[in-house]
């Protein structure tokens, strides 16, 4: 299967500050690449998807000035949280596809603490 | 709107027994996929198999296998000589055009 990986797996910061949280596909181009939250026990969130050199779209409820999301490359995404709040402490998941693929390919997840 | 339907939070299954996990699912569209995928401890999630909604043969992958009821719109798994390792969140999930739906999930724990 596609691998994809994540970084950091886990990051504490304080309050206020801003956190950037890496997706790569390793083995393959993701022409699309999704985020996630997931909070302990529940289902995925979606927060939104990016297309390769497209702005995201974002779910609605999610604040895209808060949660920056940039699909600059076939195998890179990032998202930043902008002025961290204890609130967005979560585990955040990022998933890639690609044209010939259909189904998603997951990575490992980043556990985000802010203090 | 598409939804997907696990009405089993919790199940548990003797190691090496046999355990089923259901999904329904509801869609208007005629073509998509269906997967199944596990997530452990470790929270990585895992694709365990899938389902292309235009294949009638259900899918089939070592000790996992699925039962597909189109018309129903039903997507179970059943889980065959169960294995400690099987223990693990187990969500459903649907693909309709680029959008992907997941059900709340199914903690499966196998029992020694």
């Known amino acids: 299967g596609a691998v994809v990986s994540q970084h950091p797996s886990r990051v504490i910061c304080k309050s206020g500050t801003s956190v950037k949280i890496e997706c790569r596909s390793l083995d393959f181009q993701a022409t699309t690449m999704f985020w996630y939250r997931q909070f302990p026990k529940q289902s995925l969130m979606l927060m939104a998807t990016?297309?390769?050199?497209?702005?995201?779209?974002?779910e609605q409820g999610v604040e895209k000035d808060k949660f920056l999301i940039n699909h600059a490359s076939l195998t890179l995404s990032t998202l930043t949280v902008t002025s961290a709040h204890p609130e967005d402490s979560s585990f955040y998941i990022c998933?890639?596809?690609?044209?010939?693929?259909?189904?998603?390919?997951f990575g490992p997840g980043t556990r985000l603490t802010v203090t | 709107a598409q939804t997907v339907t696990q009405s089993q939070p919790e199940m548990s299954v003797q190691e090496a027994e046999t355990v089923t996990l259901s999904c329904t699912y509801d869609t208007s569209e005629s073509n998509y996929y269906l997967f199944w995928y596990k997530q452990p401890p470790s929270r990585q999630m895992i694709l365990v198999i899938r389902q292309e909604a235009y294949k009638q043969q259900n899918a089939t992958e070592n000790r996992f296998s699925v039962n597909f009821q189109k018309a129903a719109k039903s997507f179970s798994l059943k889980i065959s000589d169960s294995q400690l390792g099987d223990t693990a969140m187990y969500f459903c999930a649907f693909r309709g055009g680029n959008q992907f739906y997941f059900g709340t999930g199914t903690s499966l724990t196998v029992i020694p």
């Open positions: 990016s297309n390769e050199g497209s702005k995201a779209t974002y």
């Open positions: 998933s890639g596809t690609s044209g010939n693929r259909y189904e998603q390919y």
